[in-house]
Every structure is written in C-alpha cells, then in structure tokens.
C-alpha cells in the first residue's frame, strides 16, 4: 500500500500517523521528494482500512500495490534513484559508460585497457576476475590475483571498478572494488541476493538470461529489502529462439522498467549479441531508448581473449563509439520530454 502526503502536512499528524502504522506491524519506507512524499507500506497491510487513512488531514492519496516488488516499485519511489559512485553519478540523467575486458588476464592488459577507455571518456572500468563460463574447462578467471590488477587500473586511472562476485565466500576480497556485479547465472541465487544486499556497496544486477521483468524486479527487492537501495539493473539479452546473435537485446527493458522502477538500468549490447559488429548500433539505440548506462566489453587484441573474444571492441574502435553515443546523449537530453500514458 502506498500513502501519498499532501503538501507540508503537520509535523505531529505524520508522526501520529507513522506511530499508529508501527503499532501495525507495518514497515514504513518513506521517499521525500521534491514536490511530493511518499510513504511506502511493507507488512499485513490487508487489515488496514483505506477509507480511514484517506480520511486524515495530511494525506492526499492511498493505493493498494498490486505488485509483489515493493521497495523496487516506482510506485513507492516516484523519483529516479540516483547513486554516488566514486565521482560519477549513475542514474538522474547521466549516461554511464562501463568498459573493459571480459576477463581480467594480466595487469599490463587490465591497466592498458582502463587507460584507454578513460581517455574514450568512460566512467567506470570492468574486469573479470571470477568468471561464470559454461565449460568447466574453460578459463575460469585469475581470481584474487585479477582484483589487484584491477586495483592497479583503479590507482592508475582513478575510475571505479564493476567486478562480478560469485559465491559470497569471496565478498572479503572485494574491499577495493566500487560496485558488485551479479551476473546473469546468479540473478535468482538468493542467497547472494540477500548477501549483497547486507553490505553497502552498489550492485549491478544483471537479468537473467530467461527471466521476466518481475522476477527480474523481484531479485532487485532481496537487495533492497536486506537494506541495500542502491541497485543498478542491467539487460545483457535473453535467450529467444534465435541463434544467429548470442542473446536477444531486449530494448523495450527499457521504457517498461522506467515504468516500473526508480532504478537506474544500464545495457550491455557485447552479451546481448555476442558479435562486436553488432555492438554499436544495439548500443545507440539503447541511448535513444533512454538507458541510464553501457556495459560494453573492450580488449586490446580480441582474437587471443581468454573469454569472449568475438564481442570485444578494440580501444580504437570503442572510442569512436564512446563519442558517438556521448554525443547522442547529449541530443536526446535537448530533445522535449515525450509522455504519452
Ligand atoms: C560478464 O559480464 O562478463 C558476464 C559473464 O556477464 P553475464 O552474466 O551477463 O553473462
Ligand atoms: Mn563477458
């Protein structure tokens, strides 16, 4: 349930009001806006009676929420979440632009790589270091050694680093790393879910590769319900009957969890076609869809990667298209506002 406020109530009056819901067994998840609050209701709100919180003096509006995603639902949150990261922000306009190897495979590549992506103008840097591959056989990632290079690509650029974690066991070992990536094998691992969501640093919560935008929501709620609001989502492709692409680049994610959600979502066009070929125009139509970010994979000499060669964007390639979708950025922003629901 949601209770919208009217403008300035009296001070008494809401705490009279939040006292009393409190007695309830409700939990109150309160977003104070500029022109508007919002008090967003957790618990057995089947008892509560709307005529009578409609009635009171302070409160403009009540609704029932369908949705099973709460702290997740723009319903509860009608501004954008906008996170601090480093001396970026993502989300509230801005484009973020997430570059790097696939995997992390040495620190003379992993620096090499931050260095040129950050004169392309990103604003973080990306690096496997445990790597969820479907071979068993396959390269598995250079681990706690790949974080100190990626540390080193840290201190050397100064951007942040988006690193993936695998199984909580490994969370001591990511003090330096600035957001934590849950990758499309483990979006439904609760688990780590709710790990995640028990310590501070923001995630990048990538969709599963078969799942709906409400499982996919509902994943995000187990961040933020453990006490972690700072979710960033990312569409990496979905499985589709198709074979010619890696993945299906799902760009109507887009409009509809902006509907839907408060947070910020990123895309990641390298997995979503596999084909480096196919990156750049997957990647400006997500700006012109209105994503709040790119995750997109660069290597230094993609016919030798260690993983996912056959998507990697050479640095001189990438900065061609870092300008590109800066600039585009920058039109769409100038363009009026289009609201048709
Ligand atoms: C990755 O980002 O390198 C990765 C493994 O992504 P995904 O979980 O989307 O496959
Ligand atoms: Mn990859």
């Known amino acids: 349930m949601i209770v919208v ?7 008494d009056q809401v705490e009279g009001l939040v006292n009393w819901l409190e007695g309830k067994g409700i939990t109150i998840h309160r977003s104070i806006g500029e022109n508007q609050t919002v008090f967003g209701l957790v618990g057995d709100t089947s008892a509560l009676d709307i005529g009578l919180i409609s009635a009171l003096d302070i409160v403009e509006d009540v609704k029932r929420v369908a949705e099973p ?6 319903k509860f949150h009608p501004e954008d979440t906008v ?10 306009g801005n484009l973020t632009l997430i570059a790097g190897p696939c995997s992390v495979e040495s620190e003379e590549q992993m620096v090499g790589i931050a260095k ?4 392309s103008g990103v604003t973080m840097i990306r690096g496997g270091a445990f790597k969820p591959r479907t071979s068993p056989y396959s390269f598995q990632g250079l681990g706690k050694q790949a974080l100190e290079y990626l540390k080193v690509a840290k201190q050397e650029t100064g951007l942040p680093i988006v690193t993936e974690l695998m199984d909580i066991s490994q969370l001591p070992l990511f003090d330096d790393v600035d957001v934590i990536q849950i990758g499309t094998r483990n979006m439904q691992n609760y688990d780590l879910l709710k790990a995640v969501g028990r310590q501070e640093k923001p995630v990048l919560l990538k969709r599963g590769m078969s799942s709906t935008y409400e499982e996919w929501l509902m994943s ?11 979710v960033i989502l990312c569409e990496r492709g979905i499985r589709t009957f198709e074979t010619y692409t890696r993945n299906t680049m799902d760009i109507c994610a887009i409009p509809v969890l902006k509907k839907l959600t408060h947070l910020p979502i990123v895309i990641d066009p390298s997995h979503a076609t596999g084909r480096y070929a196919l990156v750049p125009s997957m990647a400006m139509a997500a700006v012109t869809a209105g994503c709040d970010g790119l995750l997109i994979e660069v290597h230094n000499d993609p016919q030798h990667a260690l993983s996912d060669g056959a998507q990697s964007l050479r640095p001189d390639k990438f900065d061609i298209l870092a300008k ?4 585009l950025h920058n039109f769409t922003a100038s363009l009026p506002p289009m609201q048709f629901d």
């Open 83 to 92: 996170i601090p990261i480093g001396n970026t922000t993502v989300g509230g």
């Open 116 to 119: 040129a992506v950050k004169a």
């Open 324 to 327: 590109n979708l800066i600039s």
């Open 5 to 11: 406020l009217k403008q300035n109530p009296n001070p």
């Open 69 to 74: 995603y709460k702290e997740a639902n723009r």
């Open 220 to 230: 995000a709620e187990y961040i933020m319900s453990e006490g972690n609001p700072n």
